[in-house]
């Protein structure tokens, strides 16, 4: 993860840390090309490429809550419906070509995610530790 973010996004699962940590990257980069006002053909393909690796940890995380009888799984898989209806509104801002707007939503997005991972991921992973996943 990026040293300059907080330490307590480590939900002390490496599996989840480091898909956490892709996660941000991907996010990084659409920040970067964003401010950067890359060409309008890189950002969507980086959207795209986000919502892909989504579409892979978020049902990591859904599975293991599942297999292993989170209480809390129906509650956390609606936040992550959150995450993934707040990033196709970006794409929809781009789309429309409100790349200012979008970038604030992205940054609003992020701050989310943050607080996600923190306080979900964080309950999370302190569960999963008390079944003995590390």
Not at 37 to 54: C, G, N, T
Not at 71 to 85: A, G, P, Y
Not at 109 to 132: I, Y
Request: hydrophobic share 40%; aromatic share 6%; with cysteine.
């Amino acid at each position: 993860m990026d040293p300059t973010r907080p330490s307590q996004l480590s939900v002390n699962v490496r599996l989840l840390d480091d898909q956490h940590t892709v996660l941000i990257a991907h996010i990084e980069r659409l920040e970067q090309a964003m401010t950067a006002a890359q060409s309008a053909d890189a950002i969507p393909k980086i959207i795209r490429d986000l919502e892909d690796y989504a579409g892979y940890h978020l049902p990591t995380e859904e599975r293991l809550m599942v297999s292993y009888g989170y209480l809390l799984r129906d509650v956390h898989t609606i936040e992550h419906q959150k995450f993934l209806t707040r990033l196709r509104e970006i794409e929809r801002m781009v789309a429309e070509g409100h790349v200012t707007a979008a970038v604030q939503l992205l940054g609003r997005l992020r701050g989310w995610l943050d607080r996600h991972v923190m306080e979900w991921d964080a309950k999370l992973g302190d569960f999963l530790n008390t079944c003995g996943v590390a």
